[in-house]
């Protein structure tokens, strides 16, 4: 089965810095894209960024020039660097890996982890 584990959530001032990790394990040929998404209390979970296989990445207006998502694709990792984070930044941030390939020519599948909280301060 495969599994996502993310760290490095935590409690930062605004205009701090924070970054995630997420790291995939289990029977995995090939991940078609990672991705971050976060939800906020009240609020439905909204894509903040993602990487595909190629290395294009996409990210949500509202953390482009402060979010940079990169990937090791060797390891089936994928990291959010967050800067000059904000209050309403605040969510619990979960790591997506789509299109999930456990063998050459089977069924792409999409799995998530569990999620990390992330806190802003003003």
């Known amino acids: 089965q495969v599994q996502l584990v993310e760290s490095g959530g935590g409690l930062v001032q605004a205009g701090g810095s924070l970054r995630l990790s997420c790291a995939a394990s289990g029977p995995i040929y090939r991940i078609n894209a990672m991705a971050w998404y976060r939800q906020a209390p009240g609020k439905q979970r909204e894509l903040v960024a993602t990487i595909r296989y190629g290395g294009t990445t996409d990210y949500a207006d509202s953390v482009k020039g402060r979010f940079t998502i990169s990937r090791d694709i060797g390891k089936n990792t994928v990291f959010l660097q967050m800067n000059s984070l904000k209050p309403e930044d605040t969510a619990v941030y979960y790591c997506?890996?789509?299109?999930?390939?456990?063998?050459?020519?089977?069924?792409?599948?999409?799995?998530w982890g569990q999620g990390t909280q992330v806190t802003v301060s003003s």
């Open positions: 997506n890996a789509a299109g999930v390939q456990t063998g050459w020519g089977l069924r792409e599948n999409d799995f």
